[in-house]
């Protein structure tokens, strides 16, 4: 298969978190068959991140993930774009660095491994267990995929998922007075939260919120008894400086639940490539054992998770290149 070719193929396989088995077993036989060793690390049942390397003691590795946030889009293709979930997110990174793996394993590079992980749409599961495997320690720097426009990212931020929760007393909604509702009190400190300046970094940038999810109640009739919000908050400082803030609006109306944590990272700057800060976040804050971090990879993150998602084929052919150019320098530094 061409690099398309291949883009296209794991596009076909349906991989929303949670259900990464058979691209996991794909992925495996693939790079077998090209003369890797492989090797499947169980995270859950049905759930394994792929490791492939050339020699023992691998010190560069090439990686992404291979999960990806639903529904499940039939891929498809014209003669500038490939389209379906997972084209630029991450499905088309991975044919791209395993391109680039090939190419530089006929140029006679053999420090070097491959490592695709699972869950990273959700918590990163597949990157904490990775981060305990052996191999780990053995690698001096991580090349982590996700779609930056082919720039080198230089820092990214952090993420923070929590629940906001709230209790009430359910009545007749005849008699409010008898009751008292969650639902209000929810939306009196979400309204407060809104209202909020949260801090910036001057490196990161601003620290942004996400109210992503609301729900509660039993029906219109009923004094609603409880009611809960997901929000998502792209770190740019310390979490615990955004929770404080956040505890201090919800005082004693609720709770708060803490669902993942993600630290914002700065990763390392290389000469000649194009680069920025991005503002979402990856697997790389859990993946502090493999070295240090760089990022870069091909496609847009404004057209990730959404119906129209893609990935452009001359992005695919430039980031193969970028891979190995990226590989080469490490791997001088390496040699000095």
Same mark, same amino acid.
């Given at each position: 298969m061409n690099l398309f070719e291949l883009t296209l193929e794991l596009i076909k396989i349906p991989s929303i978190s949670g259900e990464e088995e058979t691209i996991g077993f794909f992925l495996k036989d693939y790079l077998t068959e090209l003369g890797w060793t492989t090797e499947l690390q169980p995270v859950s049942e049905k759930r394994n991140n792929l490791i492939a390397y050339l020699n023992d003691s691998p010190e560069i590795f090439l990686s992404t993930h291979m999960d990806t946030v639903p529904p499940f889009i039939e891929p498809h293709e014209d003669e500038e774009k490939i389209y379906g979930r997972g084209a630029c997110d991450a499905k088309g990174i991975i044919a791209a660095q395993i391109f680039a793996a090939e190419n530089l394993r006929k140029q006679g590079f053999t420090n070097l491994g491959l490592l695709f992980t699972v869950d990273e749409e959700l918590s990163s599961q597949g990157a904490k267990i990775a981060n305990t495997h052996p191999i780990a320690k053995k690698c001096k720097y991580l090349?982590?995929?996700?779609? %930056?426009?082919?720039?080198?990212?230089? !820092?990214?931020?952090?993420? &923070?998922?929590? *629940? /906001?929760?709230?209790? !009430?007393?359910?009545?007749?909604?005849?008699?409010?007075?008898?009751?008292?509702?969650?639902?209000?009190? &929810?939306?009196? /400190? &979400?309204?407060?939260?809104?209202? %909020?300046?949260?801090?910036?970094?001057?490196?990161? !940038?601003?620290?942004? *919120?996400?109210?992503? %999810?609301?729900?509660? !109640? +039993?029906?219109?009739?009923?004094?609603?008894?409880?009611?809960?919000?997901?929000?998502?908050?792209?770190? %740019?400082?310390?979490?615990?400086?955004?929770?404080?803030?956040?505890?201090?609006? @919800?005082?004693?109306?609720?709770?708060?639940? @803490? +669902?993942?944590?993600?630290?914002? @990272?700065?990763?390392l700057a290389i000469e000649g490539f194009n680069q920025k800060v991005v503002r979402f976040t990856t697997d790389i804050p859990h993946l502090d054992n493999w070295g240090k971090p760089l990022l870069l990879g091909p496609g847009s993150i404004l057209v990730a998770h959404t119906d129209k998602e893609f990935v452009r084929k001359q992005d695919l052919i430039e980031a193969v290149s970028l891979y190995e150019t990226l590989v080469k320098k490490l791997n001088r530094e390496l040699e000095k």
């Open positions: 090349i982590n995929g996700e779609p %930056t426009d082919n720039y080198l990212a230089i !820092g990214s931020k952090g993420s &923070l998922r929590l *629940l /906001i929760k709230t209790y !009430g007393k359910a009545a007749h909604s005849a008699y409010p007075e008898e009751g008292e509702s969650a639902i209000e009190k &929810l939306l009196d /400190i &979400l309204q407060e939260i809104r209202q %909020t300046k949260l801090p910036s970094d001057d490196f990161f !940038g601003e620290t942004t *919120l996400n109210i992503g %999810t609301i729900s509660g !109640g +039993l029906k219109t009739n009923i004094i609603p008894p409880f009611a809960e919000a997901g929000l998502h908050v792209r770190l %740019t400082t310390d979490e615990r400086e955004i929770l404080k803030i956040l505890r201090s609006k @919800v005082r004693d109306k609720g709770e708060i639940e @803490v +669902l993942t944590i993600a630290k914002p @990272v700065k990763m």
